[in-house]
């Protein structure tokens, strides 16, 4: 009982005091497998539990492992590991899954994901922008691993709306804009990643032995990876590390330091443990001694001696209760030969000694036997009752992080980006409010672009600063939202302008009309326009137009009007489009 007091004492103290002064560090997993309308992916799964479990042995503070997600729930995880990353100096996202490259920007494909046409991925996949976001409030480092570099199913079905949009093999070449931020390909850009064998892929597989070694630099560790997964495959596939890092050394593991004299920094028994473990495998003397020779003291020594006592009993009883055997043996045959009285007492005498001493070797064995058993399970008890503490303090930081994740975060605070900015730029453009280029600067264009967006969308989004909230709202729009505006000489056709072109002997007219040439004109004018434009236009008429674009009527009247008469009041002055308004029955 003395050594269960000890060894639960050491972890303990192990568990309270290893990661009290080491920096904060979160990590969010994610591995999609299940895909609903492509075939399953075997490896994500089990990717994706391995490098929890590898991260959470390195001492992480916060492993999120999440399978299967769908678009909405891969949106909300992204949403609340903002929060984790705020207070943390590392922050790594770990995704294993399906990825697509649509016009040079790369997308997570959540499980259940259509993605029937090109331009669905706005709407049903997940930007690597939006990932950066998640990571970006990290203090000291960022790292992205995309284990997503597979041959996808999606591209090879999905219809083209445009000819001129790039859909490509695996991802495409990324520059982080952000300090101290990494971004792993399991695959460079334009090439795929095998799934491999095995239960894990084979960059996954090299991954977990390198990157959490204790102060090994981050570009050291992926060079490594990347010269497994070449030799793994064959020189089939290499693995790519974009971004750019200071002069100092980064490592997802410090170093470790030296023991400090107030207590243990680390497990010092892990190697001894792993021993102890394999010797009880074994179940030899020779296994137990040359454990003794390794480690003669301590706890796990004291639970090897009485293993090893333990088969020595045995041994002993074995041996005496063969010398028993044999002794009974020869008293009957003497019997049997009619040997003189005195050998066979003799013999006898000695059989039972040999009965006694067999009974005794027993005896103590079965003792040796109930020590060793003791000692084991107070070992177990030990270990259980470390684990069990372990897991109650992951489930109090676990609950701790909920609790401030289901605050609202302060809008003061939040952190302004050019990856917010140039993801939310892409999203405007996509609904049809054109904001320049998308360079990832906000300024008056692209605050035009949300003040329109806002307008025809009905939202009241804050036009001054590019914010997550203004994303999200953007992103959850399907289709075009800003009206699609043509140029002189061009119409418009679903989402695109279409150029007018006028039959032989006609010509496009200052209203984007085709008119025969060298009409008069009165000729020119449609027989409508003439016989409206015919009627008195009374000054009453042009005020209550002048109203009705005042108090935003105007619009509203000229939302139902379709066809030739949209494209003339389009094309007409002023004047003319009040008049033709105000006599519309909408006004």
């Known amino acids: 009982m003395g050594a269960l007091r000890w060894f639960s004492l050491f972890f303990f103290i192990w568990l309270t005091c290893g990661s009290a002064q080491a920096e904060r560090r979160v990590a969010l997993v994610i591995g999609n497998s299940a895909y609903e309308k492509v075939a399953r992916l075997g490896n994500p799964s089990s990717d994706a539990a391995l490098v929890a479990e590898t991260l959470k042995a390195a001492g992480f503070d916060l492993v999120d492992l999440r399978h299967d997600l769908k678009v909405a729930d891969m949106r909300r995880a992204l949403r609340d590991f903002i929060e984790q990353s705020r207070d943390a100096e590392v922050a790594v996202v770990y995704y294993a899954g399906h990825g697509i490259e649509v016009d040079g920007v790369n997308y997570l494909v959540p499980i259940d994901a259509v993605l029937e046409r ?30 997503a570099c597979r041959d996808s199913p999606f591209s090879k079905v999905m219809k083209r709306t445009l000819a001129s949009r790039a859909i490509g093999r695996g991802l495409a070449k990324v520059e982080p804009s952000g300090p101290n931020t990494l971004i792993a390909f399991a695959s460079k850009a334009g090439s795929t990643a095998l799934d491999g ?12 032995h390198h990157v959490t070694k204790p102060g090994l630099d981050l570009r050291k560790a992926f060079g490594y990876v990347r010269d497994e997964v070449l030799k793994s495959t064959a020189n089939r596939q290499e693995p790519y590390l974009y971004g750019s890092l200071g002069g100092d050394d980064l490592s997802l593991v410090p170093a470790v330091a030296a023991p400090s004299p107030t207590g243990p920094q680390a497990d010092p028994q892990t190697a001894i443990r792993r021993d102890y473990e394999l010797a009880l495998q074994l179940g030899t003397r020779d296994g137990w001694e040359a454990f003794l020779s390794q480690y003669p003291d301590g706890f796990y020594a004291n639970l090897a001696r009485a293993h090893a006592k333990k088969i020595a ?6 041996a005496a209760a063969e010398k028993a055997r044999l002794a009974e043996q020869e008293r009957v045959r003497l019997a049997a030969e009619g040997a003189r009285q005195f050998e066979i007492e003799k013999a006898a005498a000695a059989a039972k000694a040999a009965e006694e001493a067999r009974i005794a070797a027993e005896k103590v064995k079965q003792v040796e036997q109930d020590k060793a058993a003791a000692a084991e399970r107070a070992r177990l008890t030990a270990q259980e009752n470390a684990a069990r503490e372990l897991a109650t303090r992951e489930n109090a930081s676990r609950e701790k992080n909920q609790q401030v994740a289901a605050l609202p975060p302060p809008v003061e605070t939040e952190q302004i980006s050019a990856d917010t900015a140039r993801a939310l730029q892409a999203e405007l453009r996509r609904v049809g409010c054109n904001v320049g280029v998308v360079d990832g600067v906000w300024g008056e264009p692209s605050q035009k672009a949300l003040d329109l967006f806002n307008k025809h969308a009905g939202m009241k989004l804050n036009v001054s600063v ?9 992103r959850n729009k399907g289709g075009r939202i800003c009206p699609l505006t043509c140029e002189n000489g061009y119409r418009a056709e679903g989402d695109r302008c279409t150029k007018i072109t006028c039959r032989k002997g006609y010509v496009l007219n200052d209203e984007n009309e085709c008119e025969k040439k060298g009409a008069s004109p009165e000729a020119k004018k449609k027989p409508e326009l003439q016989h409206r434009e015919a009627r008195p236009s009374s000054s009453s008429a042009v005020t209550r137009a002048d109203a009705a674009l005042s108090n935003g009527t105007y619009q509203k009247c000229m939302g139902p009007i379709t066809g030739c008469y949209a494209r003339a009041i389009q094309q007409m002055d002023p004047q003319r489009a009040k008049i ?8």
Not at 121 to 130: K, P
């Open 118 to 147: 090109d331009t669905d991925i706005y709407d049903e996949a997940m930007s690597l922008d939006r990932v950066l976001v998640a990571i970006e409030p990290a203090k000291k480092l960022r790292l992205v691993v995309l284990d």
């Open 197 to 208: 064998d095995g239960k894990n892929s084979p960059f996954t597989a090299a991954m977990v």
């Open 580 to 587: 033709w308004c105000s006599r519309q029955p909408t006004c």
């Open 313 to 318: 009993a045995e041994e002993a009883r074995a």
């Open 466 to 474: 590019a914010t997550t909230d203004a994303l999200d709202a953007v």
